[in-house]
T-cell receptor, first 114, second 113 residues
Framework: DGGITQSPKYLFRKEGQNVTLSCEQN?????MYWYRQDPGQGLRLIYY???????QKGDIAEGYSVSREKKESFPLTVTSAQKNPTAFYLC?????????????FGNGTRLTVT | KQEVTQIPAALSVPEGENLVLNCSFT??????LQWFRQDPGKGLTSLLL?????REQTSGRLNASLDKSSGRSTLYIAASQPGDSATYLC????????????FGGGTRLMVKP
């Protein structure tokens, strides 16, 4: 069953701690993305990766870091430098960037930092 | 910088009504426009994709139109059902922006039985 898996579904952390959100895909897609969604707002792009070992900042990369060591995996670390980390985080993938291929989304991770 | 706006932010209608969701964008140099559905606490599901050269796309009870010159798109839902209740988001890809989507804030739709 092909798709994107995000884990965990809910995550709670204390302020000042780094936390890593998992995103795995078995669609053999080259491109992967991380978006942040706040209540009543659209999605905003945090980071994206076009191929393994490459990634680029999106519109709101400050306070976040990513890695792309494997094609299937694109973990996102929310660092203590992120001022407002509580949000719904969505991972997506597509065959490639630049081709306007449809994005496939995971079911998201809701992060709460107190 | 591209900005995408969706009006209304929320909409409640009785079952069976035909309805229209609106999306506007500030820069008409787009590659395509997509409509997504999002159920509470879930990811996004692509509904319709309109290329910049197209005027509309249809899928079942859904019809999306695109007027690039005026920076507008509408999503028409015919004979609405309670199962249509969800948040609907539109997003555009600008020319030369790779596959980077700019999203609107969404319209939260409630269809009452």
């Amino acid at each position: 069953d092909g798709g994107i898996t995000q884990s965990p579904k809910y995550l709670f952390r204390k302020e000042g701690q780094n936390v890593t959100l998992s995103c795995e895909q078995n669609l053999n897609h080259d491109a992967m993305y991380w978006y942040r969604q706040d209540p009543g707002q659209g999605l905003r792009l945090i980071y994206y990766s076009q191929i393994v070992n490459d990634f680029q900042k999106g519109d709101i990369a400050e306070g976040y870091s990513v890695s792309r060591e494997k094609k299937e995996s694109f973990p996102l670390t929310v660092t203590s430098a992120q001022k407002n980390p509580t949000a719904f985080y969505l991972c997506a993938s597509s065959i490639a960037t630049g081709a306007a291929s449809p994005l496939h989304f995971g079911n998201g991770t809701r992060l709460t930092v107190t | 910088k591209q900005e995408v706006t969706q009006i209304p932010a929320a909409l409640s209608v009785p079952e069976g009504e035909n309805l229209v969701l609106n999306c506007s964008f500030t820069d008409s140099a787009i590659y395509n426009l997509q409509w997504f559905r999002q159920d509470p606490g879930k990811g996004l599901t692509s509904l319709l994709l309109i290329q910049s050269s197209q005027r509309e796309q249809t899928s079942g009870r859904l019809n999306a139109s695109l007027d690039k010159s005026s920076g507008r798109s509408t999503l028409y839902i015919a004979a609405s059902q309670p199962g249509d209740s969800a948040t609907y988001l539109c997003a555009v890809i600008d020319n030369n922006a790779g596959n980077m989507l700019t999203f609107g804030g969404g319209t939260r739709l409630m269809v009452k039985p």
